[in-house]
T-cell receptor, first 113, second 115 residues
Framework: AQSVTQPDIHITVSEGASLELRCNYS??????LFWYVQSPGQGLQLLLK??????LVQGIKGFEAEFKRSQSSFNLRKPSVHWSDAAEYFC???????????FGTGTRLQVFP | NAGVMQNPRHLVRRRGQEARLRCSPM?????VYWYRQLPEEGLKFMVY????????ESGMPKERFSAEFPKEGPSILRIQQVVRGDSAAYFC?????????????FGSGTRLTVV
């Protein structure tokens, strides 16, 4: 079955430190990949998405993600974290022949001053 | 330029009552998707609708849950005879075409609490 794994449930970083959130997907066909952010009590906001082409994708708020087909990964990165980045981050995967996104269980990011 | 509008934001129902959740997609979007987020979990797909049609309901529980997207008006997710296990955040998303092309725009969700 198709699945998305976010191995880190909770990550804590200091403000200004770099960040990498991990995401792995299970299915081998060409995926569409997404990262969403959810602030407490809010909906999901799209950070970035990958469909094809350049495997390094730039998103909003200074985030980027790199698609590595050999590792079935789509890790999210930010060089310098801000306190306002504290939120829950979800990786999701879709495929051309389906109509639904499959979400990981999320990584909760805490930022210390 | 309103986004995806969901109401109510919070809904409290007693066991056995009905819950109706509404979703108005973004202007120009004719594809609506419902997801459920249980506490401490990611979002799980429930149903995908286009105007007047259910396209994929593979994630809907077999009983008590139904969804519609009429020609006029919002999409409705209806839960009959709610139970404690239905307590969750329900998110609606819309897109101008099938999700593979553009990704979704999500609403802020309806948080259902069953007491």
């Amino acid at each position: 079955a198709q699945s998305v794994t976010q191995p880190d449930i909770h990550i804590t970083v200091s403000e200004g430190a770099s960040l990498e959130l991990r995401c792995n997907y299970s299915y081998g066909a060409t995926p569409y990949l997404f990262w969403y952010v959810q602030s407490p009590g809010q909906g999901l906001q799209l950070l970035l998405k990958y469909f094809s082409g350049d495997t390094l994708v730039q998103g909003i708020k200074g985030f980027e993600a790199e698609f590595k087909r050999s590792q079935s990964s789509f890790n999210l990165r930010k060089p310098s974290v801000h306190w306002s980045d504290a939120a829950e981050y979800f990786c999701a995967v879709g495929y051309y022949n389906t109509d639904k996104l499959i979400f990981g269980t999320g990584t909760r990011l805490q930022v210390f001053p | 330029n309103a986004g995806v509008m969901q109401n109510p934001r919070h809904l409290v129902r007693r066991r056995g009552q009905e819950a109706r959740l509404r979703c108005s997609p973004m202007k120009g979007h004719s594809h609506v998707y419902w997801y459920r987020q249980l506490p401490e979990e990611g979002l799980k797909f429930m149903v995908y609708l286009q105007k007047e049609n259910i396209i994929d309901e593979s994630g809907m529980p077999k009983e008590r849950f139904s969804a519609e997207f009429p020609k006029e008006g919002p999409s409705i997710l209806r839960i009959q005879q709610v139970v404690r296990g239905d307590s969750a955040a329900y998110f609606c998303a819309s897109s101008p075409s099938r999700q593979g092309d553009y990704g979704y725009t999500f609403g802020s969700g309806t948080r259902l609490t069953v007491v």
